[in-house]
């Protein structure tokens, strides 16, 4: 039985008089039945909208006409103070499309008939969680949020759409295919955590924009022939993506597949940028093919951690994080076309042992942090290294750095098996930059002018340190250096800070060539120093003064020396000797590819020694009185100890 308008509105009319002569109570009671008598026996509504009539009976809702549907505002749908009790809707073929916020909460719609529409406007059904299936074929276009949290949605057949705008399909979490083969354009979240959808065939997509797929949790493949740009966070958190083919596309945005933790593959042949985590934390990618790409963004790879093996050939900056915490990446290939490490790049990649670095200027900082594993890097080209750069390489032996200028902070803190560095042009080291190298012994300098804070700190196994050029030495710089004996100072020496030898108790001796003492602080600068027995040697000429200035009066020997030995210094080329010290054999690798002439000079400048030696020859100084003795060659010189 159903009341139509005509009939309701007589009575309205009658009952109103009664109305008015009623109790509050019996109001109450009144309308109370009057809303069980139409939930039990149904009720008729309907009028005009736009050009099209509707027509509300029981729970269908029909709309019939010829034209466009008006797009509305939520309370302005005529309909809408009954959405609740609409299950059915029945639109006439007539009708163009289904105007904006149509059916939008209708939380108890369940059947829609096809439809001859080429639009859906925007939020046309959002919320309607009922709704499990809908047939569009004509469709072209559905706008933003048009089955927004359609949560029971299962299927939508639209063969013919072609745009398809943001959150169209957000959270429709039971949708689990797509057939949209003339799709070319998919709007921002479009069908974010669509978590059911397994497949989509989009063959002809042109442009997807970002998170268009986040969170689908079941896709497991994707073929998109025709896009040239992902987007930012597509396919991020798409746990079960296994297969991806992108044949044309260049770039790929930032987080674009972050967490597809199914992915163990990616073949990018065109690809020239990757922006920031598009792989971040990938834990299955083994590995990548990109032979074209350009630049690497912040943490592109990090976290992915079984991957080992990396193609880029093309590759010129690296940015930070790029392969942050990849801690299966044993080894990696940096082509001559790279210059800069990042931030980051590579740090806690604790399978990784050696790594050339062939054309790179510039590795920032913690770019290598915790490579626990790593034993060489190769790095001709670097001329500056960041912040904490190489701190806790444990493994790390030995460092040929021939162009490096400045070490920053910490670069090489904690690299506690790191036995000798080879730094010929630097000219600052800065605080902290060796501390705790506890088995250095061998350090070249020759051009460094300034050590930080603890520079060598804790660096118990160090013997000597010549420093031929250094004007400033920093607090700590040789703090709790045990074992150092033998250390030179150049004449351009000016300040010794606080603390810089405190505790070292072997030091044996100190060349100080500046006729006028560095500044020194007291006791403090060389706290710890057997200044009874260890011998400060400095110009002649020059002992009363250095006797009578601060830190230096405190030591009890103190002897000129002839400053031809300044000469003797001076370094042309790169000398390397090793081991240093030695009781018997000095080994001797030079510059030039030839036969030379070598002297070693004692300590006052006395020639003891002459003859000619190879480029990689050895002289025997068995027989040398115990000391510090200079061998100088064409190349320049170089302190050694026999001991």
Request: hydrophobic letters at 40%.
């Amino acid at each position: 039985m159903l009341i139509s308008n005509k009939m309701m509105n007589k009575c309205a009319q009658k009952i109103c008089v009664h109305v008015r002569k009623m109790t509050k109570s019996k109001v109450i009671i009144f309308t109370t039945a009057i809303f069980f008598f139409n939930m039990i026996y149904g009720f008729s509504q309907g009028g005009t909208t736009g050009p099209l009539t509707w027509e509300l009976n029981d729970s269908t809702l029909t709309i019939s006409g010829y034209g466009v549907m008006p797009d509305y505002v939520w309370t302005d749908v005529p309909w809408y103070e009954y959405k609740e009790h609409i299950k059915n809707i029945i639109i006439g073929d007539n009708v163009s499309n289904i105007g904006n916020n149509a059916f939008s909460f209708c939380y108890n719609l369940k059947s829609v008939n096809e439809l001859n529409i080429t639009r859906v406007g925007h939020s046309a059904f959002e919320n309607c969680h009922e709704l499990s299936s809908i047939e569009m074929p004509e469709v072209t276009s559905i706008e933003n949020s048009a089955f927004y949290y359609c949560d029971n949605l299962v299927s939508v057949n639209m063969p013919n759409i072609i745009s398809i705008e943001g959150w169209a399909f957000y959270e429709c979490g039971n949708l689990d295919s797509l057939n949209m083969p003339n799709v070319s354009t998919i709007g921002r979240q479009a069908f974010d955590r669509c978590i059911k959808l397994g497949s989509v065939n989009m063959p002809n997509i042109i442009t997807i924009e970002p998170y268009a797929f986040s969170g689908c949790i079941g896709l497991s493949s994707i073929y998109i022939p025709k896009v040239i740009i992902i987007e930012s966070g597509i396919f991020s958190d798409c746990g079960n993506l296994s297969s991806v083919e992108i044949p044309n596309v260049t770039t790929i945005g930032e987080y674009a597949f972050s967490s597809c933790s199914s992915l163990t593959s990616f073949e990018m042949p065109n690809v020239n940028k990757i922006e920031y985590g598009a792989f971040f934390t990938c834990s299955n990618l083994i590995s990548v093919n990109m032979p074209n790409v350009i630049t690497l963004e912040y943490e592109v790879f990090a976290g992915c951690i079984k991957l080992t093996s990396i193609n880029m050939p093309k590759i010129i900056n690296i940015g930070g994080g790029a392969f942050h915490y990849c801690t299966a990446l044993t080894s990696i290939t940096i082509p001559n076309s790279t210059l800069i490490i990042g931030d980051a790049a590579f740090s806690n990649c604790t399978s990784l042992t050696s790594i050339d670095l062939p054309n790179v200027t510039t590795i920032c900082g913690w770019a290598f942090e915790n490579c626990n594993k790593i034993v060489s890097v190769f790095m001709p080209n670097v001329t500056s290294i960041g912040y904490a750069a190489f701190i806790s390489c444990n493994n790390l032996t030995s460092m040929d750095m021939p162009n490096v200028i400045t070490i920053d902070e910490g670069a090489f803190s904690g690299c506690d098996n790191l036995v000798s560095v080879f730094i010929p042009n630097v000219i600052k080291i800065d605080d902290g930059a060796f501390t705790g190298c506890t088995n250095l012994v061998s350090v070249y300098i020759p051009k460094v002018k300034t050590l930080g804070v603890y520079a060598f700190g804790w660096c118990s196994n160090l013997i000597s340190i010549d420093l031929p050029s250094i004007t400033y030495i920093g607090n700590g710089a040789f703090y709790k250096c045990f074992n150092l004996k033998s250390i030179t100072i150049s004449k351009e020496a000016n300040k010794i800070d606080y603390w810089a030898f405190n505790e070292c108790f072997s030091l044996k001796e100190i060349f100080s060539y500046n006729e006028t003492p560095p500044e020194a602080f007291n006791e403090s600068t060389f706290a710890g120093v057997p200044v009874n027995t260890c011998i400060l040697y400095v110009p002649v000429g020059s002992e009363n003064t250095y006797s009578i200035a601060d830190g230096w009066k405190e030591f009890s020997k103190i002897i000129g020396i002839e400053t031809s030995i300044d000469n003797i210094t001076t370094q042309n080329k790169p000398i390397i000797i090793y081991p240093n010290p030695t009781n018997k054999e000095l080994f001797v690798k030079l510059s030039t590819n030839k036969v030379t002439n070598y002297n070693i000079y004692d300590v006052v400048g006395n020639s003891i020694i002459q003859g000619k030696i190879s480029d990689t020859g050895s002289l025997n100084i068995e027989k040398l009185p115990n000391g510090v003795y200079w061998l100088k060659t064409e190349d320049g010189s170089i302190k050694f100890i026999k001991r």
